[in-house]
């Protein structure tokens, strides 16, 4: 289900952000339209968005989802409407890559964290998730990637 886990360090990275919180079951409603508005703002300001979207989930609630939609960009986005600039921070994180469908994430989620667990590695609240492919790369869902990324406290 995940490859195996690894603990890296990440470099900064500037992202263009729209902040959303929502019922869970609103997830689906909102991620499309979301990561449109995105790319088509910083489209409209010339700014390339190099790389996968991701996801910042600032807090885990079962009922709510509070999160960013992000893309990276190579220059600082000018906030327009929902669209804030934003970064990724230079932080430690554990991460691992998923194969499958998005509905198996809550699993590999659960795994990802047992092993944080069995390492004695402390995790901050948030979490990040990196598209790497997806539904736009492959009709089959066994082909798609997500990396998922928990950063960890000193």
Same mark, same amino acid.
């Given at each position: 289900m995940i490859e195996t886990p690894q603990i890296v360090q990440t470099t900064g990275q500037l992202m263009a952000v729209i902040r959303l919180t929502v019922p869970r079951a609103e997830i689906r409603n909102v991620m499309g339209p979301g990561l449109a508005e995105l790319k088509a703002t910083v489209e409209?300001?010339?700014?390339?968005?190099?790389?996968?979207?991701?996801?910042?989930?600032?807090?885990? #609630?079962?009922?709510?989802? #509070?999160?960013e939609i992000c893309v990276p960009v190579t220059a600082t986005v000018t906030a327009t409407g929902r669209v804030q600039p934003g970064e990724w921070p230079a932080i430690?994180?554990?991460?691992?890559?998923?194969?499958?469908?998005?509905?198996?994430?809550?699993?590999?989620?659960?795994?990802? #964290?047992?092993?944080?667990?069995a390492q004695g590695l402390k995790p901050t609240p948030d979490l990040w998730e990196c598209y790497v492919?997806?539904?736009?790369?492959?009709? #089959?869902?066994?082909?798609?990637?997500?990396?998922?990324?928990?950063?960890?406290?000193d």
């Open positions: 409209a300001q010339g700014i390339a968005h190099p790389g996968p979207w991701f996801t910042h989930h600032l807090r885990m #609630d079962p009922a709510i989802f #509070d999160f430690k994180v554990a991460r691992t890559v998923y194969h499958g469908p998005y509905e198996g994430l809550g699993s590999a989620w659960g795994e990802f #964290d047992a092993w944080i667990v492919a997806g539904p736009e790369s492959s009709s #089959d869902p066994a082909a798609w990637r997500t990396q998922l990324n928990r950063p960890l406290t």
